[in-house]
């Protein structure tokens, strides 16, 4: 006799591996056209980019950068830094950027007293979006190898104890 599967099952069977394939297809694609996906480790864009947020950056022309737009670069070609854009000089190609910090006394943020100078070919990308629980949740993941491997572990087992101990109805 066929084992009949419920109606969930099938669904999730189908589901993940779709959205697994998904999920790589769009970040792959992503990268292709300009985008890029960076966890911020650092305090310097507060309060508008959390720590350990999920910034996407996309690769825009130097013309549609502007005062006041957070851009992703980097000096080393190891490591990002994300500050906000406050002075761009078109005709040289030049772009001053600052971190900011917390001032206890006014209870404001003010832009860092010192200036980042850098030219187009450094930056990564304007960032265009920012979530901080998911970047967050990736962190506390990232750091807890065990944990993850435990909840997938859990995943897969609640899967093949519910296929293992499925009562089927029986009919006389």
Not at 2 to 22: D, E, N, Y
Not at 37 to 53: C, R, T
């Amino acid at each position: 006799m066929r084992k009949k599967t419920s109606t969930l099952s099938v669904m999730l069977h189908a589901l993940i591996p779709a959205l697994l394939i998904a999920f790589v297809i769009t970040i792959g694609l992503g990268y292709l056209f300009g985008y890029k996906a960076i966890l911020v480790n650092g305090w310097s864009s507060e309060p508008y980019l959390k720590y350990q947020s999920l910034i996407v950056t996309y690769k825009c022309k130097f013309e549609d950068l502007k005062v006041g737009d957070f851009i992703t670069f980097s000096n080393t070609g190891k490591s990002y830094v994300t500050h906000q854009i406050v002075a761009i000089d078109y005709e040289n190609d030049q772009i001053e950027c600052k971190g900011l910090q917390y001032n206890s006394t006014t209870q404001e943020y003010e832009h860092q007293t010192d200036s980042q100078f850098m030219q187009y070919k450094n930056v990564v990308g304007k960032v265009i979006y920012s979530n901080y629980l998911v970047g967050k949740t990736i962190y506390t993941l990232k750091g807890n190898m065990p944990i993850l491997f435990g909840l997938l572990g859990m995943i897969v087992l609640s899967f093949i104890i519910k296929e293992m101990f499925s009562i089927e109805p029986k009919f006389a």
